[in-house]
Nanobody, 125 residues
């Protein structure tokens, strides 16, 4: 069975940082495209970032570009989302997802085969 275990959420003040982890079992993350999504209260789930490990590139939604960084630790089979300069509008449940494809519409939920359970991030003073 494939499992993605998401952790690292919590309560943080505006301007603070958090690092989310997406640890996998059953698949090798550096051979997959990994996406991070979030869903804020009352809103639809939105794409945040993705990394195409086989090609070595990453993309970010404009609202987090320059503040969030996605990295992969192959030895730990874990992908991280480092979130800096957090804003109240970053408050959401964050999910990681994995796809065996390296090309397509990586910003769409349907592109991904596997999903983690989500972790809650609250940015508030």
């Amino acid at each position: 069975d494939v499992q993605l275990q998401v952790s690292g959420g919590g309560l943080v003040q505006p301007g603070g940082s958090l690092r989310l982890s997406c640890a996998a079992s059953g698949i090798t993350l550096d051979q997959h495209t990994i996406g991070w999504f979030r869903q804020a209260p009352g809103k639809k789930r939105e794409w945040v970032s993705y990394t195409v490990n086989s090609a070595g590139y990453t993309y970010y939604v404009d609202s987090v570009n320059g503040r969030f960084i996605i990295t992969t630790d192959s030895a730990k089979n874990t992908v991280y989302l480092q979130m800096n300069s957090l804003k109240p509008e970053d408050t959401a449940i964050y999910y990681c997802a994995a796809s065996s494809y390296s090309d397509g519409d990586e910003k769409m939920d349907s592109f991904y085969d596997y999903w983690g359970q989500g972790t809650k991030v609250t940015v508030s003073s």
